[in-house]
């Protein structure tokens, strides 16, 4: 499993910023825009508090086990990989989402429409931005936690026989 990279979410952020973007203008323009749900921001919040409370006790966890405590619970390599796969679905959804919003809040925000039900709209949209934001900030550190340490930095290993 490859490492996510921050300029593929960024991108995948901005592509899907710009086309809800322009399909939130024609929307508008051949109708009603659908509204931004107020759950969004919350649902996103809680995905992001999940994952980092999943970092965190992985994080703890193979710490202990790195130390040799006495009675430290080990981490199961099958589910330290499934937490860096859920870790690298999360980010990816999470940048589509929050890019999908942000160009929703754009819209909204350069529309100048003065209705509270449009300014509502927006702090919403923005809202669930910055909780999308979170979301791949904790899926990313999450992720860094679960990988493996390279072949190179174990320094307990004595060197290949070529190298002697």
Same mark, same amino acid.
């Given at each position: 499993m490859?490492?996510?990279?921050?300029r %593929?979410?960024?991108? #995948?952020f901005?592509?899907?910023? *710009? $086309?809800?973007?322009a /399909?939130?203008? @024609?929307?508008d323009? +051949?109708?009603?825009l659908?509204?931004?749900p107020?759950? %969004?921001p919350?649902? #996103?919040?809680?995905i992001a508090a *999940? $994952?980092?409370?999943? /970092?965190?006790? @992985?994080?703890?966890? +193979?710490k202990?086990?790195?130390?040799?405590?006495?009675? %430290?619970k080990g981490?199961?390599?099958l589910?330290?990989a499934?937490?860096?796969l859920? /870790?690298?679905?999360?980010?990816?959804?999470a940048?589509?989402?929050?890019?999908?919003?942000?160009g929703?809040?754009?819209y909204?925000?350069l529309?100048?429409?003065?209705?509270?039900?449009?300014?509502?709209?927006?702090?919403?949209?923005?809202?669930?931005?910055?909780?999308?934001?979170?979301?791949?900030?904790?899926?990313?550190?999450?992720?860094?936690?679960c990988?493996?340490?390279?072949d190179?930095?174990?320094d307990s290993t004595?060197?290949?026989?070529?190298?002697?």
């Amino acid at each position: 499993m490859k490492e996510l990279r921050i300029r %593929a979410l960024l991108g #995948l952020f901005l592509v899907a910023g *710009v $086309l809800s973007w322009a /399909a939130a203008r @024609l929307w508008d323009t +051949l109708g009603t825009l659908p509204g931004v749900p107020v759950a %969004a921001p919350v649902v #996103l919040a809680a995905i992001a508090a *999940v $994952l980092l409370a999943t /970092a965190l006790s @992985l994080r703890s966890r +193979l710490k202990a086990q790195r130390e040799r405590e006495p009675g %430290a619970k080990g981490v199961d390599p099958l589910m330290a990989a499934r937490a860096a796969l859920f /870790a690298q679905a999360s980010a990816l959804v999470a940048a589509l989402v929050a890019g999908m919003y942000g160009g929703t809040g754009v819209y909204l925000l350069l529309e100048g429409s003065n209705a509270p039900a449009r300014g509502d709209q927006t702090l919403y949209a923005g809202l669930s931005v910055l909780a999308g934001a979170g979301v791949v900030a904790a899926a990313v550190f999450l992720e860094r936690i679960c990988k493996l340490p390279e072949d190179g930095d174990d320094d307990s290993t004595p060197p290949p026989a070529a190298a002697r």
